[in-house]
């Protein structure tokens, strides 16, 4: 009776001694910090209302930091740093890039054969030779020959819409879903399928669960990118067996039919043709390519399919609440098919600038991520990352650094009424006075993302599509609270995003009218 309160008394007293000196790390070194699990955010990511992504904003955000380059977080228990300062950033993403070259998050390269191959989590020499190899696919010169599939799809959005009628009520992320699946089924399968006509679609409920997953892959996520040296104990995978199955079948089976036609689509699956002769004139193992071209293609339908329809829903969505900023838009669309005679070329869609600064400020208001890290580690010569001249600390081996894209793209320091939706933060002025670090949609450096330019391109396409001629309103059903979905990997709006699409045949009736009188460029209201 007397030993059982002596053992709890000496359990709490142990207890407290560890988390006292745990979450001591950081005032040890002088460095300002958020004490606690997860930094304070445990209860709430165990009760699902926020996550860490979520949290490190706040902490971004919290004005006590508002002069801080860096602050101490927790990573559960193990001390981490959250980067605010750009040029410091800078350090992190490209010059000290040999210090930072791999991501914290790690599926184990020993179970997982295929997550490990994964793009963002591949490491070290595998990394630079698949990012080299894969560099040449997603050049403009590349990304201009895959146009042509991106306007097919383009061109059923609007034939679809045009279909609902007059006036109708839509899901916003749903539409936007539906025309990224055909888009990435195009692109990266070399396949036409047909979502947006047919939803329910077989091939299409394939790839979108590959992209959307259920809990169990949140928790494998949750375990990947905060506890990696938990991942192989518990036998943890990145992507579900029934989803590598699939997707190795799959991919196989393309292969082998384009080696068969030696048909040329200007698609990620030539590519994927040419890397697997590559590898067979390497003397490489078959199985070990076809892990490698498993986990890439899976990176390309994550990547491509959530943030472009994301972006695509998020951007319709201020548009519907911003009808000037709608009605600029629509008009610059309506100039650039006037002119092109309803043919937008590669070249014309690029010109067209104010499309390209309203995607970019949606995508500052919502990132597909809220975060990403980098792992510390010595360079080749052995040196550390230091916090000088800030701090006279130097990073140890395998420490992660945390970059809040959300905290930094809300920093009213750097972005006056950061909650204000404002195209004009990215003319080519404003652009260039500012930091490019303050802007990190896409990542920056070596590891940015690969495949963005194919991302913007999908993005306004479909946009195009939706607004030629038809414009977004709010309606009673539409969400105002926008409130972020803590449960999802990429940044969503809880509760969808509902609007009205009134079709008012803006540029069909522009067209008619060239298409009778002449190419008369004052119907555009271009002079001469």
Not at 383 to 391: E, G, T, V
């Amino acid at each position: 009776m007397i030993l059982l309160p002596l053992f709890v008394l000496a359990i709490v007293i142990i207890s407290f001694v560890w988390y006292h000196s745990t979450f001591r790390y950081w005032d040890k070194l002088g460095i300002p910090n958020v004490r606690g699990f997860f930094s304070g955010s445990l209860g709430g990511i165990i009760r699902m209302k926020t996550n860490f992504g979520f949290h490190l904003k706040k902490v971004y955000l919290d004005p006590k930091f508002e002069n801080a380059p860096v602050v101490g977080v927790y990573i559960l228990h193990r001390p981490a740093l959250l980067i605010r300062d750009p040029e410091m950033l800078k350090s992190i993403f490209i010059k000290k890039f040999d210090n930072f070259r791999n991501h914290f998050a790690q599926p184990d390269p020993h179970f997982d054969l295929v997550g490990s191959k994964a793009m963002i989590f591949s490491r070290g020499k595998h990394w630079r030779r698949i990012r080299s190899k894969l560099s040449t696919v997603f050049t403009g010169s590349k990304i201009r020959q895959m146009y042509p599939l991106l306007q097919e799809v383009g061109a059923n959005l609007e034939r679809r819409l045009r279909q609902k009628g007059k006036r109708f009520v839509a899901e916003m992320r749903e539409l936007s879903a539906l025309y990224s699946i055909d888009t990435n089924n195009s692109t990266i399968f070399g396949v036409s399928s047909n979502a947006l006509d047919n939803p329910k679609d077989e091939f299409a409920n394939d790839i979108r669960k590959i992209a959307v997953g259920d809990w169990r892959q949140s928790i494998r996520y949750a375990f990947i990118y905060f506890l990696p040296q938990l991942v192989g104990a518990f036998k943890l995978k990145l992507i579900a067996q029934e989803t590598e199955d699939f997707l190795r079948t799959t991919m196989t089976k393309l292969i082998c039919e384009r080696e068969r036609t030696c048909l040329q689509r200007n698609d990620i699956i030539d590519a994927f043709v040419e890397m697997k002769k590559e590898a067979t004139a390497e003397g490489e193992n078959m199985s070990t390519f076809m892990n490698t071209l498993t986990g890439l293609t899976w990176s390309f339908m994550f990547a491509g399919f959530d943030t472009s329809a994301s972006t695509m829903s998020s951007a319709l969505l201020e548009l519907a609440k911003h009808p000037d900023v709608q009605n600029k838009l629509r008009t610059e669309i309506e100039h650039a098919i006037c002119q092109n005679n309803d043919k937008l070329s590669y070249e014309a869609l690029n010109n067209l600038k104010y499309l390209d600064m309203v995607v970019r400020e949606a995508l500052r208001m919502y990132p597909a991520l809220a975060i990403t890290e980098r792992e510390h580690s010595a360079d080749n010569k052995g040196n550390l990352f230091s916090l000088k001249p800030y701090f006279d600390y130097n990073l140890p081996d395998g420490m992660a650094v945390m970059i809040s894209i959300s905290g930094m793209h809300y920093d009213p320091k750097h972005w006056p009424n950061p909650n204000v939706f404002d195209p004009d933060r990215f003319s080519m002025k404003n652009r260039q006075s500012r930091h490019p670090m303050l802007f990190l949609s896409f990542g920056q450096g070596p590891r940015n993302c690969i495949g963005f330019r194919l991302g913007l391109l999908q993005v306004k396409i479909g946009l195009i599509a939706c607004l030629k001629n038809h414009y977004v309103k709010l309606c009673d059903r539409t969400n105002l609270s926008q409130h972020l979905d803590p449960r999802t990997i990429v940044l969503q709006i809880e509760g969808g995003i509902t609007l009205e699409m009134v079709n008012d045949d803006k540029c069909l009736k522009k067209l008619n009218v060239m298409t009778r009188y002449g190419p008369i460029n004052k119907c555009c209201g271009v002079s001469d």
